[in-house]
């Protein structure tokens, strides 16, 4: 079973997404070829998305390669990455049977009206099985682990109704929310508190730094192409490229700010589709003033310029802070390819002020690697329970930004 599972994951989102859309399509009573469309279209959408944040990631590399050049000799803790991480999650023993309850304990809170999310996001599972993972290494306990993955999951239910307001405000994603556990948990309420917090510094608080505010005083400068352009030019910079490689960076990052919110633009298409029919099925069985929301992967929310912007700027100050942070052994290469994820949710707190996306991004950061630094004997642990062969101190971004890693850790720090 738990192959079988694996295999349907490992075709990826752009595959199964438009395969799970046509069926909801169907169930919600759309016509056949309007559904198809409608999960083909959802489908290019995120594809799109995915080629956009691999154009991010490779014109950003040089950069990254920069930083692991740097002599790292005295960080003894090997940051592992995500995708490692989360790879070695699912061999655990209750992996099949979590992610099964997962989507039935989902459909019967929709049906019986508990919960108005309808998670479709099952390639970020792991942000839950993670957790379930390591209080299983923690406890020896198949139960233990159960229960934890699949109660962040209804958690998830409930965090990604509240905010889904708030995320279509922003984004403008009509019938959708987020249910990317980590970020919708520890991130958004972050940026919330942060901002709560500059609201009550004289002076700080009337700094307005949207990107629409900057176009609208500079013209021609503060186009987001312009911004992006010259955002990449300092990186490259700041890192001693060539004037080549500068140039290059700075045309790839000027290109992902103007693309992505084209990509979302495509996916909305099918996604609204597919809302509308949602909508209108639940009224139909459940009641008028009925509706549904679709959980959606953080990856909708990369359309934002300004999360894109704060981004960038926040690579080499996640290299800083692994030189500043006190006592720390742990050098964050790998987490520079979450930051993007880490940001749009920082962003829509801030409501797309960039001053402040980039004081609680740099903030969250900090925390982040703190806490991965801190926590390294656990997530050395959970290695050793899945069976991974690894050497040494470890750790992950896992670690810092998920909020049930954090909790389960300080817990066992704490007792032992």
């Known amino acids: 079973m738990l192959e079988i599972i694996q295999g349907i994951m490992g075709l990826g989102a752009a595959v199964m997404l438009p395969i799970v859309m046509t069926i909801l399509g169907i169930i919600f009573h759309m016509k056949l070829g309007k559904a198809i469309k409608a999960g083909i279209m959802v489908g290019i959408g995120f594809q799109g998305l995915q080629l956009i944040i691999g154009l991010l990631m490779g014109t950003v590399e040089p950069a990254i390669s920069y930083y692991q050049a740097l002599d790292t000799s005295g960080f003894t803790t090997v940051d592992v990455g995500w995708a490692a991480m989360g790879a070695s999650s699912w061999s655990v023993p209750f992996a099949a049977p979590a992610i099964l309850l997962i989507v039935l304990i989902n459909i019967i809170l929709v049906v019986t009206k508990r919960t108005k999310v309808m998670n479709v996001d099952i390639w970020n599972y792991i942000h839950y099985l993670i957790p379930g993972t390591l209080a299983y290494a923690l406890t020896n306990s198949v139960a233990v682990g159960l229960i934890v993955t699949v109660g962040l999951s209804v958690i998830t239910l409930f965090l990604a109704e509240r905010i889904a307001p708030r995320w279509i405000e922003y984004y403008g994603l009509d019938g959708t929310t987020c249910t990317t556990f980590s970020f919708i948990s520890f991130t958004y309420p972050f940026g919330v508190l942060v901002n709560k917090i500059i609201d009550r510094i004289p002076g700080l608080k009337n700094i307005d730094v949207s990107l629409e505010s900057v176009n609208e005083k500079f013209g021609f400068l503060g186009d987001t192409s312009i911004i992006g352009l010259i955002v990449g ?134 925390i982040v690697e703190i806490c991965a630094n801190v926590f390294a004997p656990e997530a050395t642990a959970m290695m050793h329970a899945t069976g991974v062969a690894v050497e040494g101190t470890v750790t992950d971004g896992f670690f810092g930004f998920n909020l049930a890693n954090i909790i389960i850790s300080l817990i066992h720090s704490i007792i032992g």
């Open 233 to 366: 030019f300092i990186l490259g910079i700041i890192t001693k490229q060539s004037w080549q490689t500068v140039l290059t960076m700075g045309i790839g990052v000027s290109a992902v700010l103007v693309l992505l919110p084209k990509m979302v633009s495509v996916m909305m298409e099918g996604l609204t589709a597919v809302g509308t029919g949602a909508q209108n099925f639940m009224k139909k069985k459940v009641g008028e003033d009925s509706e549904l929301y679709i959980g959606m992967d953080i990856a909708l929310g990369l359309g934002d310029p300004t999360a894109i912007t704060t981004t960038v700027i926040l690579i080499p100050l996640a290299i800083l802070f692994a030189f500043i942070i006190p006592n720390m052994s742990y050098f964050p290469v790998g987490l520079l390819t979450v930051i993007v994820y880490m940001v749009p949710l920082l962003a829509m707190a801030s409501d797309g002020n960039l001053l402040r996306t980039l004081i609680s991004g740099a903030l969250f950061l900090f």
